[in-house]
């Protein structure tokens, strides 16, 4: 009968542990803003028009691109905050 009650009294015990509250860690600077820090092609001496277009696109494609992925982090990372916040809040 002994080790009956103390054998309930430990998994009785062992369910009540205290469970830590989760926090969101905060994100470096860096990454807080929606900037892109992607290296754009420059001009070659001499290029041409055609030339000169066709570097504008790609750079243009490639700068959207990137912050188009940035503002999507920030975005998730904005909305897991407020979802951890509303659990810790209970």
Do not use: H
């Not at 803003?33 to 494609?61: I, R, W, Y």
């Not at 940035?70 to 810790?88: E, G, N, P, R």
Request: hydrophobic share 40%; with cysteine; proline share 4%.
């Amino acid at each position: 009968m002994k080790k009956f009650l103390f054998a309930a009294i430990l998994f009785l015990g062992a369910c009540t542990t205290v469970q830590e509250v989760p926090t969101m860690p905060s994100a470096p600077v860096s990454l807080q803003t929606s900037t892109c820090p992607v290296a754009l092609e420059g001009f070659k001496k001499g290029s041409t028009m055609g030339d000169v277009v066709q570097v504008t696109k790609d750079n243009g494609q490639t700068y959207y691109a990137c912050k188009s992925s940035a503002d999507q982090w920030l975005s998730w990372y904005q909305d897991q905050q407020a979802t951890i916040a509303k659990l810790t809040k209970k």
